[in-house]
């Protein structure tokens, strides 16, 4: 059974940071393009970033970049995203999923329950 478990998410002030992880389990993460997804109340889900499988290319949303980075530790099978310098927009519930970026917003597949970030003062 293929799952995952997102943690780290929690109540920041602008500007502060944050590191979300992500546990797989029933699969290898490194054998597969892996990325992270968030959704805000009353929207459809938002892609935020991949890193490839065999290359550890990355590539990120327009709105982080030069803010988040996504990395993965292959021995304890564990996926990463630091968030620096979050604003009130990056509030939403965020999400980790096998697949790159054109398959992370797809409703099929695999989905966790999320880790939520709430950026206020």
């Known amino acids: 059974e293929m799952q995952v478990v997102e943690s780290g998410g929690g109540l920041v002030q602008p500007g502060g940071s944050l590191r979300l992880s992500c546990v797989a389990s029933g699969f290898a993460i490194g054998s597969t393009d892996m990325s992270w997804v968030r959704q805000a109340p009353g929207k459809g889900p938002e892609w935020v970033s991949t890193?490839?499988?065999?290359?550890?290319?990355?590539d990120y949303a327009d709105s982080v970049k030069g803010r988040f980075t996504i990395s993965r530790l292959n021995s304890k099978n564990t996926l990463y995203l630091q968030m620096n310098n979050l604003s009130v927009a990056d509030t939403a519930m965020y999400y980790c999923?096998?697949?790159?970026?054109?398959?992370?917003?797809?409703?099929?597949?695999?989905w966790g329950q999320g880790t939520q970030v709430t950026v206020s003062s």
């Open positions: 890193v490839e499988t065999g290359s550890y290319r990355t």
């Open positions: 999923r096998p697949g790159g970026k054109t398959w992370s917003i797809n409703p099929r597949g695999i």
